[in-house]
Every structure is written in C-alpha cells, then in structure tokens.
C-alpha cells in the first residue's frame, strides 16, 4: 500500500489549494479515505472522510474532500486559507492503517 500527497506548498491569505493523494497497491474503489492535518506543536485532527462512493464529510468549513476511483486519486480543496490551517496534510486509508508521508501547507503572507 502507498499513498503519495502532493500540492502543498507556500499560500497567501485566502488562497486556495487542491492536495492529491495518489494511492496504489490496493484496490482503491473500496476503500474509504480520510485526510488529516497536523500543525506545529498540535495533535493530528480529522479534516475531511471520503467514501468509496465519493461522498464526503467535512470536519472543517474551508476544505472539501472528493476522489477519483479512475485515477485512484483522492483531493482536498481548500479555500479562504489561514495562516493557522498550517499544517501538514496527511491522506489516510483507516482500514488499513496506511498513512501518506504527508504534505505541508504553509499559509502567509
């Protein structure tokens, strides 16, 4: 199982950002997917779950999960970005324990 986080980088205020998640070694359609944040010094918080169907659930008013089955992608839109949505974002498979090597998100002017 690996999973591959990429789109992080350096945001202005308000900015967006789309984080994907590129998944192999398993059979992705069928499996529920989950990202989590981690910021300096906090505990790793749940942010958004994504079923195998694609709908999804958003713990936080700025993100929205979604996913490809085709392209065994699972993203994170992120919108209206504050300096303490800082954080490395990390994608998730729970029911497989495998984690993503995670990807930072820095937001500042």
């Known amino acids: 199982v690996q999973l591959v986080e990429s789109g992080g980088g350096l945001v202005q205020p308000g900015g967006s950002l789309r984080l994907s998640c590129a998944a192999s070694g398993f059979t992705f359609s069928r499996y529920n997917l989950r990202w989590y944040r981690q910021a300096p010094g906090k505990e790793r918080e749940l942010v958004a779950t994504v079923t195998s169907t694609g709908d999804s659930t958003n713990y936080a008013d700025f993100v929205k999960g979604s996913r490809d089955n085709a392209k065994n992608t699972v993203y994170l839109q992120m919108n209206s970005l504050k300096p303490e949505d800082t954080a490395v974002y990390y994608c998730?498979?729970?029911?497989?324990?495998?984690w993503g090597q995670g990807t930072l998100v820095t937001v500042s002017s």
């Open positions: 998730n498979v729970p029911t497989l324990n495998a």
